[in-house]
């Protein structure tokens, strides 16, 4: 498991309400360092998008894992992916099948979630993805 990445910017990394656990927009980080830049269907093939969401998922794993105790984790309830492309893309789904197929090998039935995903001009460090994930908790 990858160390979970710092934020980016003034915001926290995962904020924890009753039973939900946000955690914002994760980006496609391994030991500090952006592995995926640019955009998919245009510098980055749909496959590299794929990897760049596992790894983003990895993240997010992470996250949970720095701010949950053990059997506290219930099920993943949704996540938003956001995909750095041009105006033309459209297999944004295939991109964030990335981050929805290891999940659920991971957690089987407990990650089955409702998902979001949108394609964006540009996104921060120049990111190929950026996925956001609400967790349900003990």
């Keep these: 498991m990858p160390s979970a990445p710092t934020p980016v910017g003034a915001y926290s990394a995962t904020i924890r309400s009753k039973n939900l656990l946000y955690i914002s927009g994760q980006l496609p980080f391994k030991n500090s360092k952006l592995i995926y830049k640019g955009k998919i269907g245009q510098d980055l093939t749909i496959e590299e998008g794929y990897e760049a969401a596992k790894l983003c998922a990895l993240n997010i794993l992470s996250q949970m894992e720095n701010n949950l105790q053990e059997n506290t984790f219930k099920r993943i309830i949704k996540i938003e992916g956001f995909i750095n492309c041009n105006n ?4 944004h789904a295939k991109v964030l099948d990335g981050a929805s197929d290891l999940l ?12 979001t995903v949108v394609g964006c001009n540009s996104l921060p460090l120049n990111a190929a993805i950026e996925i956001t994930a609400l967790v349900e908790i003990y």
């Design 88 to 91: 033309s893309f459209e297999q």
């Design 104 to 115: 659920s090998k991971l957690f089987f039935k407990k990650a089955e979630h409702v998902r």
